[in-house]
Nanobody, 123 residues
Framework: QVQLVESGGGLVQPGESLRLSCVAS????????MGWYRQVPGKQRELVAV???????NYTDSVKGRFTISRDNAKNTVYLQMNSLKPEDTAVYYC?????????????????WGKGTLVTVSS
């Protein structure tokens, strides 16, 4: 099985920082892209940031200059450093990973989602 475990969410005041982590485990043979999405009630889940296998990155406009995505391939981990947090950043943040893993005698290429970690920014 493949498991994605997110951590680092919490309640902070505007202007403060948080660092989210997502660790992928299992019979993983290769990881391609890693990303962070967020969702608030009544709205569509949106892409926050993605980091590709060549370490290039994309960010949604609302977080550019404040958030930084990075990865540690040796640890199968993706991070999201969130600085200067705003109330509108409040959401459940989900880790997303495109990977290959060994199952049933073959390699399967799939997209996996974490269960989410809640980030609340409020004074």
């Amino acid at each position: 099985q493949v498991q994605l475990v997110e951590s680092g969410g919490g309640l902070v005041q505007p202007g403060e920082s948080l660092r989210l982590s997502c660790v992928a485990s299992g019979s993983i043979t290769r990881i391609y892209d890693m990303g962070w999405y967020r969702q608030v009630p009544g709205k569509q889940r949106e892409l926050v940031a993605v980091i590709f296998s060549d370490d290039s990155t994309n960010y949604t406009d609302s977080v550019k200059g404040r958030f930084t995505i990075s990865r540690d391939n040796a640890k199968n981990t993706v991070y999201l450093q969130m600085n200067s947090l705003k109330p509108e950043d409040t959401a459940v943040y989900y880790c997303n990973v495109d990977l290959e893993w060994y199952y049933g005698g073959s390699i399967r290429a799939l997209t996996y989602w974490g269960k989410g970690t809640l980030v609340t920014v409020s004074s």
